[in-house]
């Protein structure tokens, strides 16, 4: 039997170094699919919508470096067709192809050349952007090209062009290749039509000053924007005054100011200057003052988060229309701001599919630019354990990689080392971004259990999970070497995160998955120790809180931690001091209800608005998932974090906003940014400003200016 599974996998492989040709991807089987390096479509017509040729190229095929579409009818390459296929060398279009929609190649920076035909129509925003590794593009006709179509192209070296007449462009088609020395191989006398085309002249221009926007396109929305008379000559700009306890705070100063200004440090006479000032009139420690005169800049603030916070105000202030120019002058004006909501947070998902810290220091960097102060690391799950914990260390040995993901054949491997995470830590404290670790009890947790087969009731051996969904494997509440378990975990984390919280998990453990526990000996003695007669499961809650009192008690007489769980009906009691989630659509009035009851800090991410990792609009990614909800931007923007209870439940109760990635269709990191953002600054603002300041029509103008930026900042 193996020997015949191991010549099926030789066949297979052998297969896929050669060219396989279909007429769709529909022909080629799964198992084909997976090992497939070459494909040649010869379909009549190929699909484009749900689980259609382009998602099962981009997603099923993990091996794929050459696609070629000569031979097949296709008049269209959608959107996110192949978004971010870091493997793919080569692609051949066909000279049907009218439309390549946008993002259709983002970041396949595999590419090293590209002929776009001449039957093709458009080329859509972003279709080829940070294909870092692009030499030579061939334009064969007179497409237009979209914004950002070509930007981010950091190695190409030369254009060819067919056409006298410039395909009409974009501005920004080419941005970041302004200066660089591209060299564009047009007809014979045509060299001056393109030099001053609109798209192509970008070309051959070089850095200018420029001035901000009119009106400050500031997400969230300050509490007040008071302007002044006159402004300030950033030239005249000469360095950065602070105490040595805003020394960190100084730091990003001199960043910002040399990223987005011409300032001459030492030269200037006037000063950006760093204060702390605990009598600002504010709730929080994180209000600030930030006031710009022609004399100089000032930031005030509670503490030195809230000096930070009004560094990034004032990067937003400094932000031109062209992202390439420096800044010249900044108008008078005076922000006074603080937060409606304590904690804003991001959770991201790296269990299910592993996330390099190179990635998510920027992406923690991208967070604190819209004042998020918390990133929630949901660390274990069914599919994987990704923290080194050095008690017990076949839970990365065994369960931190696996092949698959649903139907997507993915090699998923990878966890975060102690020494790592420290690192990690310390930079995100760096941006003042607080990281929350999560360790899923009592279900979700089949990778450790994988491991340890004696968590769970009956010490059940069980293979790690491929797919999405709920499992009825669940840590034993009567079983001694679960606390312990725990216990040693928790130890090792709290050395790890200096964070006042940790979450433990606690949802979808609830009937009918609870019933791993109906039938175990060790939970029957348990039951009758606690006086349960109910038998057939219904009381099994108590079991649960049993479990969460435990360790519970635990994290805080040992470690001092605030535990955070995901709220459940089966909670009947929340203990104190806890902080609860609402987050199942149509729950969150119950969970409300529920904290007051107790007297709880409860946490707002209700999937109606806050699951990030839901398709943004209908057909975009994830084209196939387990069945999620469109989650529009303007869902999330009106999010209201008081959820209509007033400002008592806001004053004792509310604690913050989250947005959730989970990674079941998050492949890449490029992913993980398109599916948060913009609808991460749409949560951001509902978490910070106050109700009388918000407006999604005066956010839809503000996120056009704030999305150019993030997108610039990504190539």
Known sequence: MQKHLLLSLFLLLSESASAQMVGTMQELSAERQAVATHIVLEGK?????????????????????????????????????????????????????????????????????????????????????????????????????????????????????????????????FWGLRGKGVKLSVPRGSEKAYRTAPGWSLLFEKKVAAQPAALPNLIPVPTSVLPQEGCLNLK?????????????????????????TNFCPKRGKARLKLQLDTTLNSRTDEAYRLEVTPSGILITGVSPRAVFWGLMTLSQLLETPDAEARCSTLPALIVEDEPRTALRELMVDPARIFIPLKELKPFVVEMA?????????????????????????????????????DDMPLEISGYYTQEEMRDFVAFAARHHVEVIPEIEMPGHEIAAIHCYPQLTCGARKVPIRLTCGVSNELLCPSEEFVYEFLGNVFRELSEVFPSRYVHLGGDEAGNPPLNCWTHCEKCDSLRRKLGITATDGSENWRLQKHLFDRVIDTLRTRHGKTPMFWYETDFREIPEGCVTFAWRHGLTAAAIRAAQENGRKI???????????????????????????????????????????????????????????????????????????????????????IPANRSWESFRERVRHQMRQHRLRRF
Not at 123 to 131: I, P, R, T
Not at 631 to 656: C, I, V
């Open 369 to 405: 630019r819209f004042k998020f102060n918390a990133l929630h690391l949901h660390l274990v799950d069914d599919q994987a354990w990704r923290m080194e914990i050095k008690t017990y260390p076949l839970l990365t040995e065994l369960g931190s990689h696996r092949v698959g993901m």
């Open 236 to 260: 005249e700009l000469g360095g950065v005054e602070a105490n040595p306890e805003l020394a960190n705070e100084a730091d990003h100063a001199l960043r910002i100011l040399s990223e987005r």
């Open 45 to 173: 017509a190929l699909s484009t919508a749900g689980n259609s040729d382009f998602r099962r190229l981009r997603d099923c095929c993990p091996r794929l470096e050459t696609i070629d579409l000569r031979r097949s009818l296709c008049r269209e390459i959608p959107s996110n067709a192949l978004f971010a296929c870091h493997r793919l060398k080569a692609l051949t279009l066909s000279d049907s192809v009218r439309l390549i929609g946008p993002r259709a190649c983002y970041a396949c920076d595999g590419l090293t050349e590209l002929v776009l035909p001449p039957t093709l129509e458009e080329v859509g925003d972003e279709a080829f952007a940070a294909c870092r590794r692009l030499r030579l593009l061939i334009v064969q006709g007179t497409p237009h090209l979209g914004d950002l179509s070509f930007a981010g192209l950091d190695s190409l070296r030369e254009i060819r062009l067919s056409s006298p007449t410039p395909p009409p462009a974009e501005a920004t088609a």
């Open 603 to 689: 946490m707002l991410c209700p999937g109606e608005h806050c699951y990030l990792d839901y398709p943004a609009a209908p057909g975009d990614m994830p084209e196939v998932n387990w069945g999620m909800p469109v989650t529009s931007l303007e869902q999330t923007y009106r999010l209201d974090p008081a959820w209509g209870f007033g400002e008592d439940f806001e004053k004792h109760n509310l604690m913050g906003v989250a947005g959730t990635l989970w990674s079941e269709c998050i492949s890449s990191p490029e992913r993980l940014y398109y599916m948060a953002y913009p609808r991460a600054m749409a949560l951001a603002e509902a978490g910070w400003s």
